[in-house]
């Protein structure tokens, strides 16, 4: 992973990665670029470099693969997103620049999560509780950058819906930049509720 943007790129060594491993990254970085429905199970085995056997073996059919492309990009995610609100200081303030970030990154498609429940929601309910999971723990989050207040659940809540509406304004703008000085506007009314609410 990138430290300073999130991302996933093929490691240097990938001919050392476990089976499973090659197919996974190479899994993430085709559907994450050009979408689930649009890649092949053949290209994918194609670019990781393994047998077909050795590639069903692993994942019985694409619907599993899918599942755990939405699993590791959440733990991934996940992990980036802490790790970058902690570097830009802990608060609230901290939305903004760490999304700044991965908007600006050169890999950046929007929501994973999004996007997988717009292709497949309909015909893989895994994909919709995982993408679930996912914006629960975004939320999460968020709200541990807050003082504790007897509106912190809902600011949290409105703060993700406005990061999801910032992550897809970024997705198809020229410039990630209004949807981030959009998304600090929100950051700000809500810091200073919380303050005029102490």
């Known amino acids: 992973m990138n430290p300073s943007a999130f991302s ?4 240097a060594a990938a001919a050392d990665l476990a089976p499973d491993a090659r197919i996974l990254y190479t899994a993430h970085d085709l559907f994450y670029r050009d979408g689930i429905r649009a890649t092949g199970i053949d290209r994918v085995i194609a670019e990781s470099g393994v047998a077909k056997k050795t590639f069903y073996r692993y994942f019985p059919s694409k619907d599993d693969l899918i599942v ?3 699993e590791f990009r959440h733990d991934n995610w996940m992990a980036w997103f802490r790790d970058a609100l902690a570097r830009h200081g802990g608060t609230l303030n901290a939305l903004v620049p760490a999304l700044a970030e991965w908007f600006g990154s050169e890999s950046y498609r929007g929501c994973a999560f999004i996007n997988s429940v717009v292709e497949v929601g309909a015909t893989l309910p895994q994909a919709i509780d995982i993408s679930r999971r996912h914006k629960r723990d975004m939320t999460a989050a968020i709200r541990a ?3 504790v207040s007897r509106t912190a659940k809902a600011d949290a809540q ?3 819906l406005a990061v999801d509406g910032a992550i897809v304004a970024a997705q198809f703008a020229d410039s990630p930049a209004d949807a981030l000085k959009a998304l600090a506007r929100v950051v700000r009314a809500i810091t200073t509720t919380q303050r005029s609410a102490q």
């Open 158 to 160: 409105a703060l993700a």
């Open 68 to 70: 755990a492309f939405l």
């Open 145 to 147: 950058l807050m003082p």
């Open 8 to 11: 996933t790129v093929f490691p």
